[in-house]
Every structure is written in C-alpha cells, then in structure tokens.
C-alpha cells in the first residue's frame, strides 16, 4: 500500500500530466490535420507510445513500481476537462 504523501504526489502529477498531455494532443493534431492517414496514424501512434512510456517511468520513480487504475483515471480526466476548456476558449 502506498503511503499518503506518495498517493498525493502521484494524483497531482496526474491532474498536471492530463493537462499537459491535453496541450500537446491540440497542437499535434493541429499541425496534422493535413497529413495522410498513414502518416497520422504512426505520429499518433509514437506520440502515445513516448506518452505512456514518460508516465510509467514517473510512476515507477514516485511510488515504487505500483501504479494504481485511478491514476490514469485521473489524468483521463483531467485531459478531458482542459480539452472542453481549450475547445471552448478557441471557438469564441
């Protein structure tokens, strides 16, 4: 079992990453909205492979290996709440 400081810095790296990972996800398909299917499938596909990888590494460090379901539950929803911001800050 984690201890109460590890679950608290993992949950706010979770909210921080979802929001970051929300920023970065606009400006990438922003540049390759144009491309072909091909190519934009294996950028996305990178993209999240690096992604995944970069928040499994942090996890790892911050609590020792354990990764629980409600970490990536919360970046999940943190990138979707930033995501409905940014939609609504770039339609007005």
Do not use: D, H
């Amino acid at each position: 079992m984690s201890e109460l400081y590890e679950q608290i810095l993992s949950i706010v790296f979770s909210i921080i990453y979802g929001l970051i990972l929300s920023n970065i996800f606009k400006k990438l398909k922003k540049y390759t909205y144009n491309l072909s299917k091909i190519y934009l499938f294996f950028n996305i596909f990178l993209f999240f492979n690096i992604i995944v990888f970069i928040y499994y590494k942090v996890m790892y460090y911050i609590n020792r290996g354990s990764i629980n379901l409600y970490y990536i539950i919360i970046t999940f929803i943190a990138f979707l709440i930033y995501s409905k911001i940014l939609t609504k800050k770039m339609s007005k």
